[in-house]
T-cell receptor
């Protein structure tokens, strides 16, 4: 089963509008972290925001915020006032606390290709 | 700001050649990782290391090998490249400390795009 699901393969958004990128996750661990990364066409992965499973407040970093709904296992990224430079692939990722073992790294979703239109 | 470097950025090579992808970080991070990403797809963990002389296999089986002789250096080697190895390879690092491992942010290098003919 997919551990990270991003249901939007692509999105077109008008400049200056807010955009929400969906992410749902599946884990039996109580301890886990959720991350969002941005990947421009140049290929590097840029860290945007982090939310821990025990964090009661939604994470915010500048124009980025994370809408964390633990009961729904949802961690949507919200970008306010979108800019042309926000056009990129966006990946949701999870790192589990490994109560059940397994490789110690990030598990990524398939990504959403966001295009900001002028 | 992450200081993690990968060379080469692009590599086109013939089948059967031995290649080494370099990854270095200047942040003193003890944990390092290699991910493989096919075009338009998600990243998959292929190797990771907790520190010097530590190497582990990731979720995705890979014919590549890694070594960790120095904290700052985590090279990946393919003994005999094949067209199926064509992909982007991304190196990352994170700092372990007082936080739990699931809280550690991984910082990525710019990636190496490998094309095997």
């Amino acid at each position: 089963a997919q551990k990270i699901t991003q249901t939007q393969p692509g999105m077109f958004v008008q400049e200056k509008e807010a955009v929400t990128l969906d992410c749902t996750y599946d884990t039996s661990d109580q301890s886990y972290g959720l991350f969002w990364y941005k990947q421009p066409s140049s290929g590097e992965m840029i860290f945007l925001i982090y939310q821990g499973s025990y964090d009661e407040q939604n994470a915010t970093e500048g124009r980025y915020s994370l809408n964390f709904q633990k009961a729904r296992k949802s961690a949507n990224l919200v970008i306010s006032a979108s800019q042309l430079g926000d056009s990129a692939m966006y990946f949701c990722a999870m790192r589990e606390g490994h109560s059940g073992g397994g490789a110690d790294g990030l598990t990524f979703g398939k990504g959403t290709h966001l295009i900001i239109q002028p | 700001e992450a200081d993690i470097y990968q060379t080469p950025r692009y590599l086109v090579i013939g089948t059967g050649k031995k290649i080494t992808l370099e990854c270095s970080q200047t942040m003193g991070h003890d944990k390092m990782y290699w991910y493989q990403q096919d075009p338009g797809m998600e990243l998959h963990l292929i190797h990771y290391s907790y520190g010097v002389n530590s190497t582990e296999k990731g979720d995705l089986s890979s014919e590549s090998t890694v070594s960790r002789i120095r904290t700052e250096h985590f090279p990946l080697t393919l003994e005999s490249a094949r067209p199926s190895h064509t992909s982007q390879y991304l190196c990352a690092s994170s700092e372990s400390g007082t936080t739990a491992s699931y809280q550690e942010t991984q910082y990525f290098g710019p990636g190496t795009r490998l094309l095997v003919l």
